[in-house]
Nanobody, 119 residues
Framework: QVHLVESGGGLVQPGGSLRLSCAAS????????MRWYRQAPGKQREWVAL???????NYADSLKGRFTISRDDAKNTVFLQMNSLKPEDTALYYC?????????????WGQGTQVTVSS
């Protein structure tokens, strides 16, 4: 079993920044891709960004240039640096990662951290 715990959310004014973290723990032999998703009130969950085990990154087109995903494999942690935040970035942000215990791969989700952008 693997647990993902997100942190770093909160209330920020438009134009501000936040850095989200997501730490994985448990039966981890290796971690593959790590991703961030978000879900705004009344909307479907949407993919935000991913970073592969090799460090390659990809972003939702609408977020390129403002959000940066990174990872620290020594700490089994993925980060999301969010700059120039807008009210429409308000959402519950989830991390998701592919892990292996050495015999099989599974995808796990965190519980989410709330980001509210408001003046």
């Amino acid at each position: 079993q693997v647990h993902l715990v997100e942190s770093g959310g909160g209330l920020v004014q438009p134009g501000g920044s936040l850095r989200l973290s997501c730490a994985a723990s448990g039966s981890i032999f290796g971690i593959g891709a790590m991703r961030w998703y978000r879900q705004a009130p009344g909307k479907q969950r949407e993919w935000v960004a991913l970073v592969t085990s090799g460090g390659n990154t990809n972003y939702a087109d609408s977020l390129k240039g403002r959000f940066t995903i990174s990872r620290d494999d020594a700490k089994n942690t993925v980060f999301l640096q969010m700059n120039s935040l807008k009210p429409e970035d308000t959402a519950l942000y989830y991390c998701n990662c592919d892990t292996t215990d050495g015999s099989s791969w599974r995808t796990y989700w965190g519980q989410g951290t709330q980001v509210t952008v408001s003046s």
